[in-house]
């Protein structure tokens, strides 16, 4: 917002983002949209023109501007989105913080212990696909009064995945995972709630049908509150329109 107020718009600029995430979550890619108005006289900004202003003027920052276009007066970043796909990175292996790659600090999650159980997490996941009510798997936050707990959830897939450069230290035996999702919209730290509680299966601690058990509490103190996952993994990968 900052950086377009830098390119002398005659009315301020507002920017509306598609997407809030919590500290310590990263965007592969978010979208947003502005109105621009030039002073009398002057052409409207080209997209090619928009994209290099609005970088040149956010180089200190860890944000840039991949692509710009046109888009209608009744075009909303927010609520025009048709879904949101979000990635959570993890990394195993690791049996101390200090054995992650200095390369992955902070981009990857750890959990302690050895490797996950990946068709159990599967079959987890199954539960939590569809239309439901996730009260279970929602923060509470100032929205939460006037939010409807029910999403729908259209895709879950764990996936393993290379991590940076990891092909130059394959004999540390690390292995990392992907768990991607996708909905319309996401309850508050929803994903990060279910990708702990997925790698409690992982891990033993739960069992697939506890997944559907927990759904149907309907309830965000029935999770423990060490299934949720922290944010260091936390990617939004796309907004689709």
Known sequence: QEAAQKLKPMV???????????????ALCNAAHLDIQRAPGK???????????LNYHLRPEPIRILSACRVPG???ARFSAL????????LLG????????VFERDLCWAPAGGSL???????????????????????????????????????????PSPGF????????????????????????RQVRRMVGTLVA?????????????LLEMKDARALPPTAMAPPSGLFLKSVEY
């Not at 052409?43 to 202003?53: H, S, V």
């Not at 035996?173 to 919209?185: A, C, D, M, N």
């Open 165 to 188: 450069l990891s092909h130059h230290y394959q004999h540390r035996g690390l292995e990392y995972l992907e768990l991607t999702f996708r909905s319309r919209s996401f309850l508050y």
């Open 43 to 53: 052409p409207a900004f080209n997209e090619k023109q928009l994209i290099y202003g």
């Open 74 to 76: 009744a075009f909303h």
């Open 201 to 213: 299966v992982g891990q033993g601690k739960l069992m697939p049908h506890h997944i559907k058990e």
């Open 12 to 26: 301020p600029i507002k920017f509306h983002i598609s997407s809030r995430t919590d500290a310590g979550v990263h």
């Open 94 to 101: 690791c049996t101390h913080h200090s054995e992650v790659p």
């Open 83 to 90: 879904s949101r796909t979000y990635l959570y990175r993890l």
């Open 117 to 159: 159980n990946v068709p159990a997490m599967q079959e987890a996941a199954q539960f939590l696909l569809g239309t439901h009510d996730f009260s279970t798997f929602r923060s509470h936050n100032s929205d939460t009064p006037l939010q409807s707990p029910v999403r729908t959830v259209l895709q879950i897939d764990i996936q």
